[in-house]
C-alpha cells in the first residue's frame, strides 16, 4: 500500500475505528441498509426496470421539484466523465477549478470518456471557480487552434470544504449563459452543502443554471452509487448508451436504486449530512481553541482544513488516526462522516492537545 495513504505505520492503525481520512471511509447508514435488505428479496427487472430504480427516480425528481432525467452509475467519476462528455464534443474544452476532483483525481477519466476533450483549469479563492476566471478563460484566445469551451464544471461543495451560494452560482450562471457554456455541478457531498445553505435543492441546481448534477450517494451513507441528474433534458438522450458503453449500466440496478430510497424517505439524506457538517463544525472549534494550529478554509461543510505543528500529523498517525494532507492546498484534511461521533472528535482533539503539550 503506498504512502498516499499517509500514514507511516498501518500497524497502528485499529481495526474499525472511525477515521477523518474521508467519508468514504464509513460504512453504509441504517436507512440506508435497510432498503438494501428491502430490496433483497425474490426476481426483479434487470437494467433498472425495477420498482426500487422507479421509486428512486421518482423521489429524486420530487426532491428538485422539477421533471429531471435520473441515472444511476456505481461511482462519482463515472458520474463526472460521462456527464461531462455528454455535454462536449471531442474539440471542446471543460472550465474548472484547479483543485477540482476531475481534473486532480479522476485519473483522466474525463478527457478519457469525453475522446479527448481538454479540461482548462482555473484559480480562485477558497475553490471556487467566479464568473471573472470563466470569462478570462474563454475570451483570452477565440481562434481555431483553441480547445473551444463549451462547459463549467463546479464541485459543491467544493474540495477545500467551502460552498458556493445561490448567489455565486447565479453569478457564475450569467457568464456561462451569455458565452453559450453548459453548467455541470460535481455534487459528491452535494447534501453538506443542502444541509450547510439550508436551501431547497432546486435553488443551487436548476434554478441556478445547473443542466447536470452528479448526485453523491456514497459520501452521504449509501455504498455504491450516484445519481446523475439531468435538469437539460435534451441532454440526457442516449445518456443511457453512454453509461452502457462505459460498463456503468448495472445489471442488479436495484441495488444502487433501493438505498437510494432509504436516504431519500423521511430526509435521511440531509439528516446525515447535516450531522457530518456539525461534527466539523466541533472539530473546528476545538481546533481553534488549541495553540499553533492554522485552519486554512471557512469551515463550511464536512471537511476541515488545517495545518498542525512540524511532527504532530506523523505523530498522530503512529497513534492511528488517518487523514490525508496531499488533497486540496495542503495541510491535513479531516472529514466527518454521517456516522462520526462527537467522543471521536473528542478523542481525536485529546491526542492534538497532548501531542502539543509535549512538544512544549
Ligand atoms: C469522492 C469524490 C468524487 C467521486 O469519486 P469516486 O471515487 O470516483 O467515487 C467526485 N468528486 C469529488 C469532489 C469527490 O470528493
Known sequence: MSLRKGNPNPAA?????????????????????????????GHEQAYGNDPWTAEATGMIRDL???????????????????????????YHSILCHELAHVDTDECGAPEFFSNGTKLLTV????????????ERMVSRRTDIHYPKPRAVSLTQSTEVGTVYTPDELKAV?????SLGLHLHMDGARFANAVASLGVSPKEITWQAGIDVLCFGGTKNG??????????????????????????????????????????????????????????????????????????????????????????????LWQRGWLFYTFIGAGGCRLMCAWDTTEADVDAFLADVAALLSTKI
Open 173 to 177: 450562471w450569467s457568464v456561462t449563459k
Open 222 to 315: 449509501v455504498g455504491v452509487g450516484e445519481a446523475v441528474v439531468f435538469f437539460d433534458l435534451k441532454l440526457a438522450e442516449e445518456f443511457d448508451y453512454r453509461c452502457k458503453q462505459a460498463g456503468q449500466l448495472a445489471s442488479k440496478m436495484r441495488f444502487l436504486s433501493a438505498p437510494w430510497v432509504g436516504m431519500l424517505r423521511d430526509g435521511a439524506w440531509l439528516k446525515r449530512a447535516a450531522h457530518a457538517n456539525a461534527m466539523a463544525a466541533r472539530l473546528e472549534a476545538g481546533l481553534r481553541s488549541l495553540p499553533g494550529i492554522n485552519v486554512l478554509f471557512p469551515r463550511q461543510a464536512n471537511a476541515v482544513f488545517a495545518t498542525l505543528p512540524a511532527g504532530v500529523p506523523e505523530a
Open 13 to 41: 492503525v485499529p481495526t474499525g475505528r472511525r477515521q477523518f481520512a474521508s467519508d468514504n471511509y464509513a460504512g453504509i447508514c441504517p436507512e440506508a441498509w435497510a432498503v438494501l435488505a428491502a430490496a433483497n428479496n
Open 64 to 90: 428538485f421539484e422539477t421533471r429531471c432525467e435520473v441515472f444511476f452509475v456505481f461511482n462519482g467519476t463515472a458520474a463526472n466523465s460521462l456527464a461531462l462528455a455528454s455535454l462536449c464534443q471531442s
Open 123 to 134: 484559480a480562485g479563492d477558497n475553490g471556487k471557480v467566479t464568473p471573472a476566471a470563466v
